[in-house]
Nanobody
Framework: QVHMVESGGGLVQDGGSLRLSCTAS????????VGWFRQTPGKEREFVAG????????FHAASVRGRFTISRDNAKNTVYLQMSSMKPEDAAVYYC??????????????????WGQGTLVTVSS
């Protein structure tokens, strides 16, 4: 029902910053928990960060904690992932998805088969 589109990916220097956006349409966005995920060939999809509908609860995976920050602007129907101090291992296709729930590193996808195109992040060196 809620359709999400990722954007903002691109090439960034090792140590640089990039902000990804996840823009939603077709539903009540402010009620929706949202997660950011990333996928690299040869690796399982990783739950990077999550945020509650109100923005009051967040989670950041240990691999990105202190460097990435998830946030949202419900007036713009958008969830952001601010990535700083980026490393080559951060290179991946990044996806956003609606969550039924999340608690720390645990999450439950609304639709496990609804992954979109994602946005590609490349880190030089």
């Amino acid at each position: 029902q809620v359709h999400m589109v990722e954007s903002g990916g691109g090439l960034v220097q090792d140590g640089g910053s990039l902000r990804l956006s996840c823009t939603a349409s077709g539903g009540t966005f402010s009620m929706l928990d949202v997660g950011w995920f990333r996928q690299t060939p040869g690796k399982e999809r990783e739950f990077v960060a999550g945020i509650s509908g109100s923005g009051g609860t967040t989670f950041h995976a240990a691999s990105v904690r202190g460097r990435f920050t998830i946030s949202r602007d419900n007036a713009k129907n958008t969830v952001y992932l601010q990535m700083s101090s980026m490393k080559p291992e951060d290179a991946a296709v990044y996806y956003c998805a609606g969550l039924l729930t999340f608690s720390g590193a645990r999450y439950h996808l609304i639709d496990p088969e609804s992954w979109g195109q994602g946005t590609l992040v490349t880190v030089s060196s």
